[in-house]
């Protein structure tokens, strides 16, 4: 874990047999970083060896779960370099969850965006709250949500899919529950959390471990077929004019100029 010097954007937190991993860096609106990424990696690595964890919490501070990559830091990196390492954390974040062998609930009361997105669709269970909103913006930024395309198509109704990746259409939790991302749209998700985790605390960890294996057996198949593929074509969109496009004009809050 880190060390007192090191800021702490992930918590980590035992309680009644489950670890909670509070994603806690409201000041980015928890945006995927090398810290976050470091220590959430670091946070599921501690639960998977616990023999006192039966299962895994993922919630977060602030009005936003994730927003993913921070386009600040973004634009001014070398954009090919910062697209592969951002692309590899993304990666290497969606497998650990997928690979845990402890269920993983999402716990969301606030806003998901772009690799947020991805997280969300690879956990095991994900609640939501009235205050929440979704939405992929990929191709408004000149982009694709290639990576974490490989967890939310299992989830989405192929129509959903169709829709939301290719308008940026913003949503709510109602809308995301009836389109398979979420599994519950609740008006106290910290409740329903809680709910949830006493029917967990009823499985062996032997039975939950083998259970998540044969749910998750397809998306990992998958992940070893395209994600190699799937993140080389993601790379090679940064750097591009309309990327370039995209995110300056995300960052002076003005329409791109296809939009205008």
Known sequence: MPDTETPVFVRYAVEDGFATLTLDSPHNRNAISSWLVTQLLDGLGRAATDEQVRGVVLTHTGNTFCAGADLKEAVHADPAAAADERTRWMV???????????????????????????????????????????????????????????????????????????????????????????????????????????????????????????TTAAVLAEFDRSADELARRSGSFFGSEEVIEGMTAFLQRRPPRWAE
Do not use: W
């Not at 899919?161 to 749209?185: M, N, P, Q, S, V």
């Not at 960890?205 to 259970?211: H, R, T, V, Y």
């Open 92 to 214: 290497r974040v969606l497998r650990a969850v997928l690979e845990l062998p402890k269920p993983v609930i999402a716990q969301i009361d606030g806003n998901v965006r772009a690799g947020g997105m991805g997280i969300v669709a690879a956990c095991d269970i994900a609640v939501a709250g009235p205050d929440s909103s979704f939405a992929l913006t990929e191709a408004r930024l000149g982009l694709a949500p290639f990576v974490i395309s490989l967890t939310l198509l299992p989830r989405l109704q192929p129509r959903a899919a169709d829709r939301y990746f290719l308008t940026g259409e913003k949503f709510d939790a109602a809308t995301a529950e009836r389109i398979g991302l979420l599994t519950l749209a609740a008006e106290d998700p910290a409740a329903e959390v809680a709910r949830l985790r006493a029917e967990l605390r009823k499985g062996s960890p032997q039975g939950l471990a083998e259970s998540k294996r044969l």
